[in-house]
């Protein structure tokens, strides 16, 4: 059973940081698009950010230069650094994979940017 554990996290103040791990168990075979989404109260769940097996990444035009994503040592892990964090950031955010033609989604971790 695949199961995606989200770790990280927590309230921040606008311009400040915070890293996200997400950590897959379950895999046979490392995943073929490992990705972030968030959803903001009333707002409906948006792509923030994937990463490929072969590395290539692509991120939404509202974190673009902000936000990073990065496959971990561990083949089924997958971070998200997050620098100048802004209000409108503010989200749960969710860790998603691809495997074997099926979806995954992990419960979700608040991230609050707040002065």
């Known amino acids: 059973q695949v199961q995606l554990e989200e770790s990280g996290g927590g309230l921040v103040q606008p311009g400040g940081s915070l890293n996200l791990s997400c950590t897959a168990s379950?895999?046979?075979?490392?995943?073929?698009?490992m990705a972030w989404f968030r959803q903001a109260p009333g707002q409906q769940r948006e792509l923030v950010a994937r990463?490929?097996?072969?590395?290539?990444?692509t991120y939404s035009d509202s974190v673009k230069g902000r936000f990073a994503i990065s496959r971990g040592n561990a083949v089924n892990t997958v971070a998200l650094q997050m620098n100048s964090l802004k209000p409108e950031d503010t989200a749960v955010y969710y860790c998603?994979?691809?495997?074997?033609?099926?979806?995954?989604w992990g419960q979700g971790t608040q991230v609050t940017v707040s002065s």
């Open positions: 379950g895999l046979s075979v490392s995943p073929y698009i």
């Open positions: 998603y994979v691809i495997h074997s033609s099926t979806s995954y």
């Open positions: 990463i490929f097996t072969g590395g290539m990444t």
